[in-house]
């Protein structure tokens, strides 16, 4: 069965860094779009980065544009999220997801989630 496993979350200091990984498995990773979205307490969950499938092309939120950069490893079957320069509001729980073969920022067209990584960022 398809499965996402993200990892790397944690407690960090306001202008730290953490890497997030999503293992996939159960479907072809190589053939589709992968994103990140995160969930503050209290807030709807909120679109982050996504990627194509090959990786040519990747999309950010305004609000982490220049800090987060995401990539894939299509031989391992793994997605990453670079966060830097990390601010408290980007406390959040962290999930990736697939879309399929088409990359969106829209969360109701990513229909296969992981189980999320916290992401804690102290001021």
């Known amino acids: 069965q398809v499965q996402l496993v993200e990892s790397g979350g944690g407690l960090v200091q306001a202008g730290g860094s953490l890497r997030l990984s999503c293992a996939a498995s159960?479907?072809?990773?190589?053939?589709?779009?992968m994103g990140w979205f995160r969930q503050a307490p209290g807030k709807e969950r909120e679109f982050v980065a996504s990627?194509?499938?090959?990786?040519?092309?990747?999309y950010y939120a305004d609000s982490v544009q220049g800090r987060f950069t995401v990539s894939r490893d299509n031989a391992k079957n793994t997605v990453y999220l670079q966060m830097n320069s990390l601010k408290p509001e980007d406390t959040a729980v962290y999930y990736c997801?697939?879309?399929?073969?088409?990359?969106?920022?829209?969360?109701?067209?990513?229909?296969?989630w992981g189980q999320g990584t916290q992401v804690t960022v102290s001021s």
């Open positions: 159960g479907f072809t990773f190589s053939g589709s779009a």
């Open positions: 990627i194509t499938r090959s990786g040519s092309n990747t």
């Open positions: 997801a697939t879309s399929g073969s088409y990359s969106s920022t829209v969360p109701r067209q990513y229909y296969y």
